[in-house]
């Protein structure tokens, strides 16, 4: 499914015709450049490969400022030259791709008319959290005299198999995991901020780099 990179700018709340509050997501969205088209008949399937968040050149890491050279010198007798970016993102999908050039821009506009998006995002990182935190343990008593708290319990088994058995929860990190959230409402677009608003809250810290797409399970 084609979408966008954005940026979570934060939370806020608007009020509906109903006069009710609903809390929103503000999400600044592109302008992403095309800076290839992928298609089934050379590399076996389509997609668009958009950069996001324009950077220095001499900010880019030799691999990135390569794929860039190569990228431009390839485009020159078209006369289409292609920015730096710090985001590079690329978006399968099954639909044909022929009303798109390489080196054009995709604004917000994209999703006028889309009721529902999916959002991807990292979550916000929490360190290493025990096993109430990570899991949502129930602990033990906090009485005087208990002995058992916070702590994990016993995690061993008997003779047979003599291990600690794999994917048993236990204490570690939390957090900074990509996560994705389906169906949220598309509140209001402003298209001349490149910003939309959707309902609920969206993964990831203020400023964090999310993936848009129109929704995939529209309910």
């Given amino acids: 499914m084609l979408g966008l990179v954005g940026k979570k700018l934060g939370m806020s709340q608007i009020f509906n015709e109903d006069g009710k509050v609903v809390p ?26 958009l950069g996001y968040f324009p950077i220095k050149e001499n900010k880019l890491i030799k691999p990135i400022k390569g794929y860039f050279d190569k990228l431009n010198s390839l485009l020159k007798e078209k006369n289409i030259r292609i920015e730096t970016y710090k985001i590079i993102k690329e978006f399968r999908t099954e639909e044909k791709l022929s009303n798109y050039e390489v080196g054009q821009f995709i604004d917000v506009s994209f999703f006028e008319g889309t009721k529902y998006v999916d959002v991807t995002g990292k979550s916000k990182g929490k ?12 602990g033990g008593k906090m009485s005087h005299g208990s002995k058992f708290h916070r702590t994990p319990g016993s995690t061993g088994q008997r003779e047979e198999p003599g291990r600690v058995r794999k994917n048993k929860r236990m204490p570690g990190h939390l957090g900074c995991e990509t996560v994705s959230v389906q169906n949220l409402e598309v509140v209001k677009i402003f298209k001349d901020k490149n910003v ?6 969206v993964p990831g810290a203020r400023n964090s780099i999310v993936y848009i797409k129109k929704a995939v399970k529209a309910s």
């Fill in 127 to 138: 360190g290493f959290q025990g096993m109430i935190k990570r899991h949502n343990a129930g």
């Fill in 24 to 49: 929103v997501t503000i999400i600044e969205v592109g302008p992403c450049q095309i800076l290839e088209i992928k298609n089934e008949d050379k590399e076996g399937y389509n997609a668009l490969k």
């Fill in 196 to 201: 939309i608003m959707v309902k609920g809250a």
